[in-house]
Structure formats: structure tokens, C-alpha cells
């Protein structure tokens, strides 16, 4: 099983990396980019488990290890 999961900063987080794109777009010439955040993305294949087991231990992961709940949120997919 394969699953993908998205790990982002929280809005009311401030993103010196997302602004820096932003700007760097702006600087090309993309002018009508009016904000950009950055975040990641995490690929994760494991052995077989059925869907509802899988979710819940990828939930698991994310809380304790993938995303840092105090400034990120993070989004699970399973591809």
C-alpha cells in the first residue's frame, strides 16, 4: 500500500520560505502571484493492511513523528 502525506504550516504561520518564492516569482515576472506557501510531501509504501487500519496508523505517524502539530497540519492520501 502506498500512501501520501502532506505536511503544511498552520495559516496563521508566518512562511519566510513560501514569501521568499513569492518574490523570486514576482522577480521573473510572474506578477500576479500574490502569496505562495511551502510545505512537503511525504511518500510512505507499506505492507498490505485494510484501509481503515492503515488510515489510523499513518494518522499515528504524522502526531508523533511527520508533522509538528503546535505549527503544522497535514493531509493523508492513500494512492
Request: proline share 3%; hydrophobic share 45%; charged share 35%.
Amino acid at each position: 500500500m502506498k500512501a501520501n502525506v502532506y505536511v503544511t504550516l498552520k495559516q496563521e504561520v508566518l512562511d519566510p520560505q513560501g514569501d521568499a518564492v513569492r518574490r523570486g516569482l514576482m522577480s521573473l515576472g510572474f506578477a500576479a502571484v500574490k502569496s505562495a506557501r511551502v510545505g512537503k510531501l511525504i511518500e510512505i509504501e507499506f505492507d498490505g493492511k485494510d484501509r481503515a487500519t492503515a488510515e489510523k496508523e499513518l494518522k499515528q505517524m504524522c502526531e508523533k513523528l511527520l508533522a509538528n502539530p503546535v505549527i503544522e497540519d497535514f493531509r493523508l492520501e492513500l494512492v
